[in-house]
């Protein structure tokens, strides 16, 4: 594999954290050649400049399409706002680049259809930001549910739940904005939804509520703005596996702060996980004695994988920003042509759907198939 020139666009919170990953993932795996931290576009051309110094970028830009047109950038990192995927992701890859894109794909779903086509005719790599597949204990669980450790899989439970947006007077931003999707269904719900997608598969119907906890928020001037996105989503679904599932969504929940708490119930067992806790899972087997019959909690060690190339130490932890990292380094495996745990804008497309199916379940107040 040639070494990679990386073009980064956006350097906020996912814009750090992608920044983070492209300068770990050789020392964190050491089996890739150092990726070349070529290009980074900033709406603002200072904030560019002073980025690109911190994170080691060669140069910077206010314009985000002279990256796409720089020959030495191979793969772009998109983590701008929802609304900006479509166009700069599309760009990329009739570009010639391989593509990193933050989540969700893009609010209208005719836009994430033609980000998959063109990633289709374009041949390249795509990789969506949906880190928390990439989190050892899940990879396990995923095992485990191969091996048929709880039997069959009837019922899963899931919740994701912050408070970032729990202050209703806490300033009007860009997340309470219709343009930037439906709220807490595509915003947040699809981390849950990934987590589905990569341990069972699709989703195949669905029956959706979504709510306003505040009809309006503060502009910085006090005036109050109309909310126009459902901070709270409610879901009845089925998987393809035709196992039944509830999930719950709330961004506006104190006290809840990295909240994605699975429940996944088998004909011989139970898993539970919680990404608040997220280096360890509960699991509970009938195959053990009825005298010792109970949850047992695993913690994360080097068995594993790919724990062992961050710690050689068990039950010490990974964090957030190391699940970025691990997925950088699935992205440059299937650039290489090698097995990849990722979803690319293909499988994206079915989260998208899936999501848009329940936006309709919640206006026509009924079961849609998704
Ligand atoms: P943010 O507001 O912190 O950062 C966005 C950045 O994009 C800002 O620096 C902004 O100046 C820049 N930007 C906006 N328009 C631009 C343009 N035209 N050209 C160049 N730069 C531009 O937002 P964030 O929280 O980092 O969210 C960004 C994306 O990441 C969103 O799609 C969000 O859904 C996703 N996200 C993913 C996760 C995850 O766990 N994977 C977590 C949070 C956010």
Redesign the pocket.
Known sequence: MKSLGIGL???????K?HALAWNSVLPVFGDIPRPRLVHL????PD?ATQRAAEFGFEQAT?D?RELIANPDVDVVSI????A??AEMAIAALEAGKHVWC???MAPALADAERMADAAKASGKTTVL????IQNPMMRHISQLLAEDTIGTVNHVRVEMDEDFMADPTATFY?KSEASSGYGALD?FGV?PLSLLHYLFGNVSRVMASMAKPFPTRPLKDGTPRDVETFDIASVLFELETGASGVMALNRSAWGRKGRIALQIFGSRGTITYDQERMNEFQLYTTSDRGTEQGFRTILTAPAHEPYNRFIPAPGHGLG?NDL?IIECHELLNKIDGRPSQTIGFAEGLDIERAVHAMAQSHREQRWIAV
Do not use: Q, V
Not at 41 to 44: D, F, S, T
Not at 79 to 82: D, G, L, Q
Not at 129 to 132: F, S
């Open positions: 666009i956006g350097t906020g919170y996912m814009g954290c576009a900033e709406a603002n904030l206010g985000w983590t701008t706002p929802n900006f995927h933050e989540k969700p930001g949906y880190n928390y860009w915003d981390h957030f970025k």
